[in-house]
């Protein structure tokens, strides 16, 4: 039973990761998980900028986050820039 309450932890725990690709010299998209928090993208634009990061763009997609139904969810991407 505590194996299964661990896996089922780990498998949350990936579900709720930010993608990130680059765009340009210190310019990031930062592609959010499924829930409707922008903890997920902070917890990644501070490792990405230790310095400051500013959010350049923020948009917000509601059950897909490509206009396709793959996973219910708020899908919310960021273009930042590192200060």
């Not at 990031?28 to 500013?54: D, H, M, Q, W």
């Not at 960021?78 to 200060?83: D, K, S």
Request: proline share 6%; hydrophobic share 40%.
């Amino acid at each position: 039973m505590r194996r299964l309450v661990v896996i089922l932890f780990l498998a949350l725990a990936a579900c709720t990761q930010a993608t990130v690709s680059r765009l340009g010299n210190n310019t990031f998209r930062v592609f959010g998980p499924g829930v409707a928090s922008t903890a997920p993208n902070k917890r990644i634009a501070s490792e990405l900028c230790p310095g400051g990061y500013r959010v350049l763009h923020q948009s917000i997609h509601e059950n897909t986050p490509n206009g396709y139904y793959q996973a219910p969810g708020t899908f919310i991407n960021w273009t930042i820039r590192c200060l």
